[in-house]
């Protein structure tokens, strides 16, 4: 049965409207807000307040959205807390994401409505199929390496067609050939398999320079960067844009 939150204890509208930079108590309260809006234990709703709090892609997504504007679509959303964030944070564009997981998109959705978010969507579906429409950004966060090389390869010429057409393209992924970190982030997706958080069979960890290299033949800017915050994983973060 839904349920509305009771909001009143923390000053929501503050960061609605026009974006100010949070402080580190108004984002632990964000992460607790997001978090009680989903059903689960503790354990779960403890990962997502730890997740939205320790792991950078979401205020680096969050930074490059706002500076971009318009429509995000999220490939392989999850829960998604990309799009919690950003509503949380006062971003207006309509937010969809796709994910295979149905369980996912059902409790983000319900996040989503108690939460009173408009204008975002989650849907089931394969990321290969999700229509990129006119999407201001396009993000791929940690999806790559689920992907055969033959569907990773389609999807990655996709982004960079829409990239060359205006689109922002932001990747985030774990990478091969990064040393000890690389050994980690594989250890830890055997683990992830294993726990059955997450289904599935393919574990393709693209090269960086392989990507690099696609996007750039491509015509499209690629501005690269470590993004691994404190864990010992190989996350690399990908900025596309059309080359000018
Ligand atoms: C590591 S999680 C990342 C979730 C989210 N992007 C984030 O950063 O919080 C990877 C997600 O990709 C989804 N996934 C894997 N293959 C997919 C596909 N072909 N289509 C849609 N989602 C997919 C999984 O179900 C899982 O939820």
């Known amino acids: ?25 108004d984002r632990e309260a964000l ?52 799009g919690l964030w950003l509503k949380s944070h006062g971003y207006g564009g309509k937010y969809r994401g796709c994910d295979l997981g149905g369980w996912k998109i059902s409790a983000g959705n319900l996040a989503v409505e108690r939460l009173g978010f408009a204008d975002s969507e989650l849907h089931e579906g394969d990321l290969a199929d999700f229509s990129l429409g006119n999407s201001g950004t396009i993000c791929a966060f940690d999806i790559l390496h689920y992907l055969p090389e033959e569907v990773q390869e389609v999807l990655l010429r996709r982004l960079a067609t829409a990239a060359r057409s205006g689109s922002l393209v932001l990747i985030r992924n774990g990478v091969r050939g990064c ?50 915050g404190k864990t010992p994983f190989s996350s690399y973060w990908l900025k596309i844009s059309a080359r000018n």
């Open 1 to 25: 049965m839904n349920k509305t939150l009771n909001t009143s204890e923390f000053e929501w509208e503050k960061l609605r409207g026009p974006f100010v930079v949070p402080t580190q108590g």
């Open 31 to 82: 992460a607790t807000k997001i978090a009680s809006a989903f059903d689960g234990g503790r354990w779960l709703k403890g990962y997502i307040r730890g997740k939205l709090l320790a792991d950078p892609v979401f205020d680096e997504g969050l930074s490059a959205i706002l500076e971009k504007g318009g429509d995000v679509t999220d490939l392989g959303c999850g829960l998604g807390l990309l």
């Open 179 to 228: 040393g000890w970190r690389s050994s980690v982030t594989l250890a830890e997706e055997w683990w992830t398999r294993a726990s059955g958080w997450i289904r599935g069979g393919t574990i393709n960890f693209p090269e960086l320079g392989r990507l690099r290299e696609l996007f750039e033949e491509e015509g499209c800017c690629v501005e690269a960067k470590p993004l691994w």
